[in-house]
């Protein structure tokens, strides 16, 4: 290590110290201090270890922790970055805060923003890139599709011999040629059919003749087997497949990955493809389907994101929706509990939720009402927009409250007419929701 | 029922990026109200636009590149789409849309990309920033106020025989410099509002179907119609 490498290494490491101690914090301004004192200090910091970038719009954080649960069958020094630090800079205070690895070749699994892939390839040449998926996501800051691809293509161009395990299900990824050596994994378990994505979809033409494509099936949004009629183009051979879904429910999935019979602690199909990544990474590093399996089934906490809350006797599910793909996934979701349930919809309008709320009106609400739904309650910033977007999707106005302040919502929940208790938040409602409970000792506190 | 009214959802499976798929759930939602029947259909790439199968036409906004693709397809069904507005159909034309019932805009990189010239308006380019954010514009024929999201980088001039939608209040508008955002012809809305500008404003849904309403059964007592309530979610 340089003389200014190491200045700028125990600058940032004490600065972590200083913040961690007496803030409980300091995820990012170690990162910053360190990359000011020394510019180049990522390629200083990763020189040993053999890294796999993990980027895409929806999915990011749980395909990292899964693919490290996987990773851990097979080898001992993993790191990996916590939630929320996917900048460059809480990427570099990731691996300032890393103990010493002597002697050893440890792996880092990063989840990297899709904008600041190109700030980690700058420094350190990755192993492999997992890409999961690029759907519209919080526009007014991201842009359109094809400009996110080609954000982290840009990134990829500066590791042209690093694998790309990417989902062979999303067409966008199968659109450009790229020198890099690319594994595809997806779903393979429905029959052929000949369909259209509804025509809400984003993202359905033929990148080579830009005709509408057509599916011989589809999982979710323009996620599927697509083909082109007028071409022939069309998704490229899965190296891993997922064959069989077996059960759904809001907590829990069984499925079959290559003949393998699997169960995860957590519902929703967008998490078997989480699943299914983190599978096809374990198997690219030599991990076994057995030991892949045994990763999934071992430690429930990992899919702690949507732990069940006791409010009074209510069993809260909070879930963090943020753009369209991901709410109708959550609808989705939802719509296997067996049980009654109270639906809430809080929408904040900040810059952390997206300024632009245009979204809600691309969700699938019209499925709410066909659910067995006793109470409708909508809240937050701009209650008057989820209000209206549940009366056009023909929400009953005798089970729909409304209720602004966030605190009345939190006040209501008590008193809600079913055990079970769905609560759908944009960021900043779902922080200040967590908040509350935690003042109220129904959690400890933090983003969980 | 005793009234229908049919939808075209122009290119509705490529101009569709920013909740533009409200416009056409508050317009059966309305519709319903007022005891109209109203359904919808999608026609996009190679399908051909026929006027008089259709009451409404609602084109949305899209990508760079969906709308690339659009601006030629659209050209064979210019004919068709502009003896519609001038024989007094109804129009909701949003971001892409607006842009395409003009003469041209300019794309992404700088090329110019044809419209069908059924409005008089252009669309020129801000060099590398953009409108983003809350606009609120006022109706100066209505009085009525509108409020939105833009996010454009477009910037558009109207021509003859346009006039705004309405005047801006707060935000940016058509082009930052004439105080205008979007524009009435005849029985067409452009706006560069996001999206769910009728879900956000349903004054405006009410008077596009009234207008269809109007015009498909100009004998009608529409009295029970015009008395559906509606009021922004401002």
């Known amino acids: 290590m340089s003389l200014k490498s190491s200045i700028a290494t125990a600058a940032g490491k004490s600065s972590y110290w200083f913040l961690h101690t007496f803030f409980k914090g300091g995820s990012s301004l170690p990162g910053k201090i360190t990359k000011k004192l020394d510019p180049d200090i990522l390629s200083t910091?990763?020189?040993?270890?053999?890294?796999?970038?993990?980027?895409?719009?929806?999915?990011?954080?749980?395909?990292?922790?899964?693919?490290?649960?996987?990773l851990k069958e097979k080898y001992d020094h993993i790191l990996t970055n916590p939630t929320g630090s996917n900048m460059e800079q809480g990427i570099i205070t990731t691996f300032l805060h890393a103990s010493s690895t002597k002697g050893k070749r440890p792996l880092a699994i990063l989840e990297v923003d899709e904008a600041n892939v190109i700030k980690v390839t700058q420094y350190i040449k990755p192993k492999a890139f997992v890409f999961t998926n690029i759907f519209r996501d919080q526009m007014d800051r991201y842009g359109e599709i094809y400009t996110t691809y080609q954000k982290i293509l840009n990134g990829v161009a500066l590791a042209p011999n690093a694998t790309i395990i990417a989902?062979?299900?999303?067409?966008?990824?199968?659109?450009?040629?790229?020198?890099?050596p690319i594994i595809y994994y997806g779903f393979d378990n429905q029959p052929d059919q000949d369909i259209k994505a509804t025509p809400n979809t984003d993202g359905v033409l033929c990148p080579q003749c830009q005709h509408i494509l057509h599916y011989h099936f589809i999982s979710y949004s323009n996620l599927g087997k697509y083909f082109c009629p007028n071409c022939g183009y069309?998704?490229?051979?899965?190296?891993?497949?997922?064959?069989?879904?077996?059960?759904?429910?809001?907590?829990?999935?069984?499925?079959?990955?290559?003949?393998?019979?699997?169960?995860?602690?957590?519902?929703?199909?967008?998490?078997?493809?989480?699943?299914?990544?983190?599978y096809t990474v374990g198997r690219f590093m030599g991990v076994s389907p057995a030991q892949a399996k045994q990763a999934f089934e071992k430690d429930k906490r990992i899919f702690g994101r949507q732990e069940e809350i006791n409010v009074d006797g209510k069993l809260v599910t909070l879930i963090l929706v943020k753009n369209p793909v991901g709410l109708n996934q959550v609808i989705d979701m939802i719509s296997t509990d067996k049980d009654p349930f109270t639906f809430i919809g809080l929408l904040n309008a900040n810059y952390a939720d997206g300024i632009d709320t245009s979204w809600i009106w691309d969700g699938d609400f019209e499925r709410l009402p066909k659910m067995n739904i006793k109470q409708f309650i909508t809240g937050g910033q701009r209650y008057k927009d989820i209000t209206y977007r549940l009366?056009?999707?023909?929400?009953?106005?005798?089970?729909?409250?409304?209720?602004?302040?966030?605190?009345?919502?939190?006040?209501?929940?008590?008193?809600?007419?079913?055990?079970?208790?769905?609560?759908?938040?944009?960021?900043?409602?779902?922080?200040?929701?967590?908040?509350?409970?935690?003042?109220?000792?129904?959690?400890?506190?933090?983003?969980? | 029922m005793a009234y229908s009214l049919r939808v075209c959802h122009l290119y509705g499976d490529l101009m569709n990026t920013y909740g533009d798929l409200g416009n056409i759930l508050v317009l059966k939602y309305l519709a319903r109200q007022m005891g109209v029947d109203l359904t919808s259909e999608v026609v996009s790439l190679d399908q051909e636009f026929d006027p008089d199968q259709f009451d409404i036409v609602v084109f949305g906004g899209g990508q760079d590149f969906e709308q690339s693709i659009i601006s030629?397809?659209?050209?064979?069904?210019?004919?068709?789409?502009?003896?519609?507005?001038?024989?007094g159909g109804s129009v909701v034309a949003i971001c892409g849309g607006y842009q395409l019932l003009g003469h041209y805009y300019i794309g992404a990189n700088g090329e110019k990309l044809m419209g069908i010239g059924a409005l008089d308006h252009h669309t020129d380019k801000q060099k590398d920033h953009r409108f983003i954010g809350n606009v609120v514009i006022q109706n100066e024929e209505t009085g009525e106020k509108y409020h939105g999201f833009e996010n454009h980088q477009g910037i558009t001039f109207l021509?003859?025989?346009?006039?705004?939608?309405?005047?801006?209040?707060?935000?940016?508008?058509?082009?930052?410099?004439?105080?205008?955002?979007?524009?009435?012809?005849?029985?067409?809305?452009?706006?560069?509002?996001?999206?769910?500008?009728?879900?956000?404003?349903?004054?405006?849904?009410?008077?596009?179907?009234?207008?269809a309403l109007r015009r498909k059964y100009p004998d009608a007592d529409l009295s029970q119609a015009e008395k559906v309530p509606v009021g922004s979610t401002f």
């Open chain 2, 72 to 87: 030629k397809d659209i050209q064979h069904k210019k004919q068709a789409l502009t003896s519609f507005i001038e024989d």
């Open chain 1, 391 to 448: 009366q056009v999707a023909g929400v009953d106005p005798d089970k729909h409250l409304v209720e602004p302040d966030l605190d009345k919502v939190v006040a209501m929940i008590p008193k809600a007419p079913t055990k079970k208790v769905y609560i759908l938040a944009t960021y900043t409602a779902m922080l200040s929701l967590r908040k509350t409970f935690a003042a109220k000792g129904f959690i400890k506190g933090g983003m969980g």
């Open chain 1, 45 to 70: 910091l990763a020189r040993n270890y053999d890294v796999i970038v993990i980027t895409g719009t929806n999915g990011k954080t749980l395909t990292t922790a899964l693919t490290v649960q996987v």
């Open chain 1, 234 to 278: 069309e998704r490229p051979k899965l190296n891993f497949a997922l064959n069989k879904i077996t059960a759904l429910s809001p907590k829990s999935s069984s499925f079959e990955i290559d003949g393998e019979p699997i169960k995860i602690e957590i519902g929703g199909v967008y998490n078997i493809y989480n699943a299914l990544a983190a």
């Open chain 2, 159 to 211: 021509g003859k025989g346009e006039r705004p939608l309405g005047k801006v209040l707060e935000g940016h508008g058509n082009n930052g410099q004439d105080h205008t955002e979007g524009a009435i012809y005849k029985n067409v809305y452009c706006t560069y509002f996001h999206g769910p500008i009728l879900a956000r404003n349903n004054q405006i849904a009410k008077h596009v179907l009234l207008n």
């Open chain 1, 167 to 180: 989902n062979g299900d999303a067409p966008i990824f199968h659109s450009k040629q790229l020198p890099n």
